[in-house]
């Protein structure tokens, strides 16, 4: 539950089940599992996944590459669902 994934209370997880009802909808009719999730950052956990990533024992899959000025674009292809990664 969101609620475990970072510790708020009641009203913040119907908040967190509303907002993402359309999401919910949609991996509904596709058969996908859907599940929001909250984290709190962890210095230590990046560090892990870094050198996972440069011991070549975790590849990030980029589908794409856009320039910061094009964030539109980009966002617009990952809601669009065709991206990869």
Not at 11 to 20: E, K, Q
Request: proline share 6%; aromatic share 4%; no cysteine.
């Amino acid at each position: 539950m969101a609620r475990d994934d970072v510790g708020l209370g009641p009203l913040w997880v119907a908040g967190a089940w509303l907002i993402s009802a359309r999401i919910r909808r949609l991996a509904q009719r596709r058969n996908v599992a859907y599940r929001p999730m909250r984290m709190h950052p962890s210095g230590a956990d990046l560090d892990v996944l870094g050198r996972l990533v440069g011991e070549g024992r975790l590849k990030p899959v980029i589908d794409r590459v856009h320039p910061f000025d094009e964030i539109g674009d980009a966002l617009a292809h990952v809601e669009g669902g065709r991206a990869k990664g």
